[in-house]
């Protein structure tokens, strides 16, 4: 059993930054992959960014190069750093515990106005 807690959305301005952290509890937390997700408002859910137990990560096309995520798993806590933003990132941001077993988190509303 994984329970995971989103926070740090908020409203921002274009070209702003936010830091989205999220808070895992459970076992086996460091063998984890942990992503970070987003539904914008009438689409579909996306895959952000991820990151393995080992550190390797990946990004969607659409933030890379903006976005970071990192872990720090002495504090059980998955991050994403989002800077340039863009009206387009408005979204509700979800972290998610990818394997072995799916968990998501109640996400966390992150709004970019132009």
């Known amino acids: 059993q994984v329970q995971l807690v989103a926070s740090g959305g908020g409203l921002v301005q274009a070209g702003g930054s936010l830091r989205l952290s999220c808070a895992a509890s459970?076992?086996?937390?460091?063998?984890?992959?942990f992503a970070w997700h987003r539904q914008p408002p009438g689409k579909h859910r996306e895959l952000v960014a991820s990151i393995s137990w080992s550190g390797g990560t990946n990004y969607a096309d659409s933030v890379k190069g903006r976005f970071t995520i990192s872990r720090d798993n002495a504090k059980n806590t998955v991050y994403l750093q989002m800077n340039s933003l863009k009206y387009e990132d408005t979204a509700v941001y979800y972290c998610?515990?990818?394997?072995?077993?799916?968990?998501w988190g109640q996400g966390t509303q992150v709004t970019v106005s132009s």
């Open positions: 459970g076992t086996t937390l460091s063998m984890y992959t």
């Open positions: 998610v515990a990818v394997s072995p077993r799916e968990y």
